[in-house]
């Protein structure tokens, strides 16, 4: 139980252009998503908290306009990252909150991998 | 949010037990504890979550003592798979929409 999946796994475009990036709960609904960056050899930076049916919340430094969040539904929240350029490159990760068993817990995507040229 | 601090790094070898310490001095009453391992390239994958005393679980334990300012995760007779970068963080429940800052981990190397 509590899959996360993401999609896509990697991506390459041109700089410039939009990505959008998928993160699905399988097998749980999840009012609340998070999405995470992450550099080679780093630890994973909070960007931003996705909540089902309202706005995201940004971490400070985090141009809500350049990452765009949405939570349409309580398994789905997707990352779109606009007019993307070179140091946008790296690995993004979300997460989904499970409410289970008197345990709060986040349950991670795979990750997905972004390359602007 | 409660600072974690532990080991940048181990080396162990196959077969034997391997124990990280993770200090939280600034834990709060409604904090858990969890624990994440994390490969190259992939997401944390969640490994065990306590709030006190001892936890187990099919693939490692929790020990963590009266006064919670620290854990200590256990990883019984690892193999060469279980080298990677182990996070303990710490998060309360109605915090924040439980956001979870990660520390830098510690990067376990398991040698044959």
């Known amino acids: 139980g509590a899959v996360v999946s993401q999609h896509p796994s990697r991506v390459i475009c041109k700089s410039g252009t939009s990505v959008k990036i998928e993160c699905r709960s399988l097998d749980f609904q999840a009012t609340t998503m998070f999405w995470y960056r992450q550099f080679p050899k780093k630890s994973l930076m909070l960007m931003a908290t996705?909540?089902?049916?309202?706005?995201?919340?940004?971490e400070q430094g985090v141009e809500k306009d350049k990452f765009l969040i949405n939570h349409a539904s309580l398994t789905l929240s997707t990352l779109t990252v606009t007019s993307a350029h070179p140091e946008d490159s790296s690995f993004y990760i979300c997460?989904?909150?499970?409410?289970?068993?008197?345990?709060?817990?986040?349950?991670f995507g795979p990750g997905t991998r972004l390359t602007v040229l | 949010l409660a600072k974690t601090t532990q080991p940048i790094s181990m080396d162990s070898y196959e077969g034997q037990e391997v124990n990280i310490t993770c200090s939280h001095n600034n834990i709060a009453t409604n904090d858990y504890i969890t624990w994440y391992q994390q490969f190259p390239s992939q997401g944390p994958r969640f490994i065990i979550q306590?709030?006190?005393t001892k936890v187990k679980n099919e693939v490692a334990s929790l020990f963590i003592p009266a006064d919670r300012k620290s854990s200590t995760l256990s990883l019984p007779r690892v193999s060469l798979s279980d080298t990677a970068v182990y996070y303990c963080?710490?998060?309360?429940?109605?915090?924040?929409?439980?956001?979870?800052?990660f520390g830098g981990g510690t990067r376990v190397l398991v040698k044959p």
């Open positions: 306590g709030y006190k």
């Open positions: 997460s989904a909150r499970a409410l289970a068993g008197g345990g709060d817990t986040q349950y």
């Open positions: 996705s909540n089902e049916g309202s706005k995201a919340t940004y």
């Open positions: 963080l710490v998060a309360g429940r109605e915090a924040a929409g439980n956001k979870l800052t």
